[in-house]
């Protein structure tokens, strides 16, 4: 093989490992992800629907909507279901845990975390993101409509690994009353992600565990029935 068909290799070679990371890049909601729908909160850990006297109206509080891709389209909540989105109420707070993926930093200046809020009231919400889902460290906060946070900012970088964002409505901005008072969040996403193995739960763990001290059971009585 002559050098040059050696070098048009190499050169081949390279492009497609500098294009590997955006080869699932998807647009969405109007924000580039390198990674797609993977990107995107999988779980709810909690919620707290506004402080006393000040919670959103129940077919607004389905902290499920907040998960996955964002997918408001405008049409009215008749039901939990029915709705797209999660009203956080004054003061509320929403934790969410991306389970295949982890939030990490881009080793630039560039947004790392995407918060998807809609509504025409511009609401404050703080942002803070956890390893653990115990210890909890602040990334600031976004005010209103889709917003994104460079985490490298407050000192992370792409060897970070965050699995929990918590999201709390700051009071006192916006309206203080109604059926969709305080923040509505519609999804949270990890523009820089990397993919990760599924943790599962505890509960997880313990029918896991119970299912093999079940099958060794069962194969000594049949082991002794044999013998």
Not at 74 to 86: E, K, L, N, R
Not at 114 to 140: C, Q, R
């Amino acid at each position: 093989m002559s050098k040059r068909w050696m070098r048009a290799l190499a050169g081949g070679a390279v492009a497609a490992l500098l294009s590997a990371g955006s080869a699932n890049a998807v647009l969405i909601g109007g924000v580039e992800f390198p990674q797609g729908a993977v990107s995107f909160a999988d779980s709810v850990i909690s919620y707290q629907p506004g402080l006393a006297g000040a919670d959103p109206g129940l077919n607004w509080q389905g902290a499920f909507n907040a998960l996955g891709v964002p997918n408001f389209t405008g049409a009215g909540c008749s039901s939990q279901i029915d709705c797209t989105y999660v009203s956080l109420g004054v003061g509320g707070a929403l934790v969410l845990r991306f389970d295949d993926n982890v939030l990490t930093g881009s080793d630039s200046d560039a947004d790392d975390l995407w918060i998807f809020e809609i509504g025409p009231d511009v609401e404050d919400t703080t942002v803070d993101v956890s390893v653990d889902g115990v210890t909890w460290l602040s990334v600031g906060s976004v005010g209103g409509s889709t917003r994104g946070i460079d985490i490298d900012f407050f000192g992370y970088d792409s060897s970070s690994a965050f699995r929990y964002v918590r999201l709390i409505d700051v009071a006192g901005e916006g309206a203080q009353s109604g059926a969709t008072v305080g923040a509505d969040i519609d999804a949270v996403g990890a523009i820089s992600t990397r993919a990760v193995a599924v943790v599962p739960e505890p509960g997880t763990w313990a029918l896991m565990i119970m299912g093999f001290g079940l099958a060794g059971a069962g194969l000594r009585s049949r082991r002794q029935a044999v013998a």
